[in-house]
């Protein structure tokens, strides 16, 4: 485990927002690994870089119309912006969004609750393979945990704001591994094989947004224990894409249902009908369901 501390280079960085943003809403979304019940103002980071040659940590913080970032390690500074950027989704015209929400009644309603609010995203389709591995038929609280502990003592650990934040290890060091406690043997195939295909460009951001989302998918199931679902948890929310209409999975069905669809059963060409009016921000939409729609009074 590499422990990066105050030695570390550190320089900061401005992301420019455009529309309603709220850092607190992205970082207390829940999604993934990230778990986090309180916001203190600072969202913190740490992941391997696009170029998975180094990791990162990053403090977030919100100025107003601009994120301002605190980030520690090496790398490309504007390709490391341009990563935070797609992970919080400040890569997007948020008036835009604003007029696909006016426009639409259920929407409009979700806005008025959470104006700030734009999902939380994987740092990279690499990394969200690899939680794929982890978080497999087990708790996604286990898997939140297996991954903290492989993260500290494969990958590093960044000192953010007071407080410690794990990387995950690089694909070179997931290569170099042969078991892990908790791991099930037939795990770290699966982590090798999905470093050899980060390292071969195949799991690169800029070639799987080149692709149609159902090929993408169709090919990242190649990789061992990557199933349909995990592939388009890939596609879909690691390549910062704002309009690819997730796969009708249980709880975002349920959530279009409780909020669209009344007494009548939605079935999934309802849904994609539905969903033609949330152009270009289907994937927006669809997360706003699932994450502000409880909040609204029935």
């Known amino acids: 485990m590499q422990s990066v501390g105050m030695s570390t280079s550190i320089r900061t960085a401005t992301i420019p927002l455009v529309g309603p943003y709220d850092l607190g809403e992205v970082a207390l979304m829940g999604f993934g690994h990230r778990d986090e ?5 600072v969202m913190r980071l740490a992941f391997c870089t696009d170029a998975l040659d180094t990791q990162v ?32 989704s400040a890569d997007h015209d ?83 591994l042969d078991a892990f406690p908790g791991l099930p043997t037939d795990r770290i195939p699966r982590l090798h094989a999905i470093a050899r295909a980060a390292l071969d460009g195949l799991l690169d951001v800029p070639r799987l947004v080149s692709i149609d989302p159902t090929a993408a998918m169709l090919e990242l199931q190649r990789l061992p224990g990557i199933g349909p679902f ?9 390549c910062g894409s704002a309009d690819a209409l997730p796969v009708v999975e249980e ?29 270009p921000f289907r994937t927006w939409a669809a997360v706003a369901l699932r994450a502000v729609g409880s909040r609204l009074p029935q």
């Open 37 to 41: 019940s309180t916001f203190d103002g």
């Open 57 to 88: 940590g990053v403090e977030v913080r919100q100025d107003g119309d601009a994120l301002a970032l605190t980030v520690h390690g090496e790398g490309d500074l504007a390709a490391i912006s341009a990563q935070v950027a797609r992970v919080v």
């Open 94 to 176: 948020g008036d835009a969004w604003v007029a696909v929400c006016a426009s639409d009644p259920v929407l409009a309603r979700l806005h008025a609750a959470a104006p700030g609010f734009r999902p939380s995203n994987f740092y990279s389709p690499y990394e969200a393979a690899v939680w794929a591995v982890l978080s497999a038929r087990r708790a996604r609280r286990q898997g939140i945990t297996l991954r903290e502990r492989l993260s500290r003592e494969q990958g590093a650990v960044f000192h953010l704001a007071g407080r410690a934040e794990p990387a995950v290890p690089l694909p070179q060091q997931l290569l170099a």
């Open 230 to 238: 995990y592939s388009a948890l890939i596609v879909i929310r690691a």
């Open 251 to 279: 709880h975002t069905r349920a959530a279009v249902q409780a909020l669209y669809g009344g007494e009548h059963t939605l079935d999934d060409a309802r849904i994609a009908a539905i969903a033609e009016s949330w152009r």
